[in-house]
């Protein structure tokens, strides 16, 4: 069965707050703005170099490629508040953005912030 794309964002909606819970447990302040890296994977670059340009090209984030012949990575930087609403909607964006685009989105990253330390 074809996985819809209803399925992916109710799993990637269940994995971003998993990883928010996590994160809430260390102590971290989702309101303290960081940079967020969002990944996605492929085999073929020129699906690499399409989303980069595309994210790029309409200020979703700044992205770019690294990789070799056989895998192909992008990452998209955006500086933000990692609050459940804020995040889910962008990775639910990036969700979206993989499937259009035709490469793998593999989750989101950032690090543990505490406002007292980072502002």
Known sequence: MKTTI???????????NDLLFKKDKLGDDFSVIRDVDFAFKTVEKERADDLAEFVNGKSFGRATVSGD?????????????????????????MVCLSRLLGVEYDGWGSVTANSGLIK
Request: charged share 10%.
């Open 6 to 16: 209803f399925d992916l964002l109710h799993e990637n909606a269940h994995l971003d």
């Open 69 to 93: 012949a056989e895998l192909y990575w992008v990452i998209v930087i955006l500086s933000m508040p990692i609050t459940q609403h804020v995040l889910c909607s962008i990775s639910g964006f």
